[in-house]
């Protein structure tokens, strides 16, 4: 298995133009995890999923961000539209539901908003 | 939900001496407890994990120590070398339902050649 995929790994935008992130979680793993870093905050969950479905996206900072999951090896991240204060990096992660495994995390994408 | 608090934020030693990351939690119910090793420009990964059964882990210089009655649990790394300068984060999961790590903040390991 070739581990989290995410893409871009690097995306430099204008504010106010649309960002798309994207995913590809560990075949098998249900559960999917968006995270942003940045040096102030660190590790922040923004919002998770389990079998698809959305669980708990109280992480997400405002309506400017909306993440989907349409199938078990596909998610999104969109920020529409995007602000300088977006810049960070974003990881995807995923993890088996059994008790007790980690979380394995993608190659991350770092965001520029210009 | 769950809290995690982890000290310090940056840690600054000599190569050969040892290293403390001590990170605490608020919610009984954790009894999973990860340390992810971030290398600058890369992804967390998985370097020792512990779970609540034991109170204490090796593999090698690493080590993590759990403490249940005070919530709290630390990693220790001995002989440090450069190669070991990173950020360290220690996370907790519950079992009660979600499988959610909540990650401590980090600290930024420095290891002086």
């Known amino acids: 298995d070739a581990g989290v995929i995410q893409s871009p790994r690097h995306e430099v935008t204008e504010m106010g133009q649309e960002v798309t992130l994207r995913c590809k979680p560990i075949?098998?793993?249900?559960?999917l995890f968006w995270y942003r870093q940045t040096m102030m905050r660190g590790l922040e969950l923004l919002i998770y999923?389990?079998?698809?479905?959305?669980?708990?996206d109280s992480g997400m900072p405002e309506d400017r961000f909306s993440a989907k999951m349409p199938n078990a090896s596909f998610s999104t991240l969109k920020i529409q539209p995007s602000e300088p204060r977006d810049s960070a990096v974003y990881f995807c992660a995923s993890s088996s539901g059994v008790i007790n495994t980690e979380a394995f995390f993608g190659q991350g994408t770092r965001l520029t908003v210009v | 939900g769950e809290n995690v608090e982890q000290h310090p934020s940056t840690l600054s030693v000599q190569e050969g001496d040892s290293a403390v990351i001590k990170c605490t939690y608020s919610d009984s119910a954790s009894n999973y407890f990860p340390w992810y090793k971030q290398e600058l420009g890369k992804r967390p990964q998985l370097i020792i994990d512990?779970?609540?059964?034991?109170g204490e882990k090796k593999d090698q210089r690493i080590a993590v120590t759990l403490n249940k009655t005070a919530k709290h649990f630390s990693l220790h790394i001995t002989e440090t070398q450069p190669e070991d300068s990173a950020v360290y984060f220690c996370a907790a999961k519950e079992s009660g339902g979600s499988y959610i790590p909540t990650f401590g903040r980090g600290t930024s390991l420095i290891v002086h050649p």
């Open positions: 512990i779970r609540s059964n034991v």
């Open positions: 999923f389990n079998n698809n479905v959305p669980i708990d």
């Open positions: 075949s098998g793993h249900d559960y």
